[in-house]
C-alpha cells in the first residue's frame, strides 16, 4: 500500500524537470532582453538651428547587416506614431511628411550610435520621438522615449566661461579709466577758472605800467641830456 504524500516516478521526473526549465526560461529572458537602448529624455531646441538626438545601443550578438535603426515620431497634440527615419546597412530618411529631407544620419552602429540630426526645427516640431534598434537575434528592447522642446531664441544673452572672465578683467580697468578722466576734466576746469582770473587782473596793471615806463623813460633822456650839456662845457677851454 503506498503511502499518502509519496511521489511517484512521473512525480519525481516532475520536479527533476522543473528546475531545468525555470532555469531555460530565465536564460531565454535574459537573452531577449541583451539589447539596451540609451537615449536623452528631454532634448532642447531652437527654431532653425540644428539639433541632435542621441540614441545608443548595447548588443550581446555582433552587429551584422540585418540590424535595424527606427525612428518613430508622435506629435505634441498626440496622434499616432509615424515613422520618420528608417537605417539599414545605409540611411533610408522619409521621403514624405513634415520632416522631409530635414533628418540626417550621424550615428555609427559599428559603435553602437543610431542618432539623428534634424534641420531646421519649427515650433511644431515638439513632440515625443522613440529609438528602436533591432539586431537578431537580439530584437527585444527596452523603449527610451525622446521629448523635443523647441522654443525661439530670442534676446537671451548666454555668458560663457570667457566672456565672464572678460568681464570681470576689463570692468574695472574700464572704472578706473572713467573716473581718472572725471578727475582729469575737473582739474582743467579749475585752470581754466583761474586762468580767466588771472588774464583780467594782468590787463590791468599792464594798462598801468606803460605810463609808468614811457615817464621814467624821458626823465632819463632829460638826465642824460643835462650831463652831455655839462661834460661839452667843461671841454670848450680845450
Aim: glycine content about 8%; charged content about 20%; some cysteine.
Amino acid at each position: 500500500m503506498r503511502r499518502r504524500g509519496a511521489a511517484g516516478p512521473g512525480g519525481r521526473l516532475l520536479l527533476f524537470l522543473l528546475p531545468r526549465g525555470a532555469l531555460l526560461l530565465l536564460l531565454g529572458v535574459c537573452n531577449a532582453l541583451s539589447l539596451e537602448i540609451k537615449a536623452s529624455p528631454k532634448v532642447r531646441a531652437y527654431v532653425g538651428e540644428q539639433v541632435l538626438l542621441k540614441c545608443s545601443f548595447k548588443s550581446s550578438s555582433p552587429i551584422t547587416e540585418s540590424l535595424l535603426v527606427d525612428w518613430t515620431y508622435r506629435p505634441l497634440s498626440g496622434g499616432q506614431m509615424e515613422t520618420v527615419f528608417h537605417y539599414q546597412s545605409i540611411p533610408h530618411p522619409t521621403t514624405a511628411g513634415k520632416f522631409k529631407d530635414r533628418i540626417s544620419w550621424v550615428g555609427n552602429v559599428a559603435n553602437g550610435d543610431a542618432s539623428i540630426a534634424i534641420q531646421s526645427p519649427e515650433l511644431s516640431d515638439n513632440g515625443t520621438f522613440i529609438c528602436s534598434v533591432k539586431n537578431p537575434p537580439d530584437v527585444y528592447h527596452n523603449i527610451p522615449q525622446t521629448v523635443l522642446v523647441v522654443t525661439e531664441r530670442g534676446l537671451t544673452f548666454q555668458l560663457t566661461s570667457a566672456a565672464l572672465l572678460s568681464i570681470l578683467v576689463f570692468l574695472p580697468s574700464a572704472l578706473v579709466v572713467i573716473l581718472l578722466l572725471v578727475r582729469m576734466g575737473r582739474k582743467f576746469r579749475a585752470l581754466k577758472e583761474k586762468g580767466k582770473c588771472g588774464y583780467k587782473k594782468s590787463s590791468i596793471e599792464v594798462s598801468d605800467e606803460p605810463e609808468h615806463t614811457d615817464t621814467a623813460g624821458c626823465g632819463g633822456k632829460i638826465k642824460e641830456w643835462c650831463l652831455n650839456c655839462v661834460d661839452t662845457d667843461e671841454e670848450d677851454p680845450y
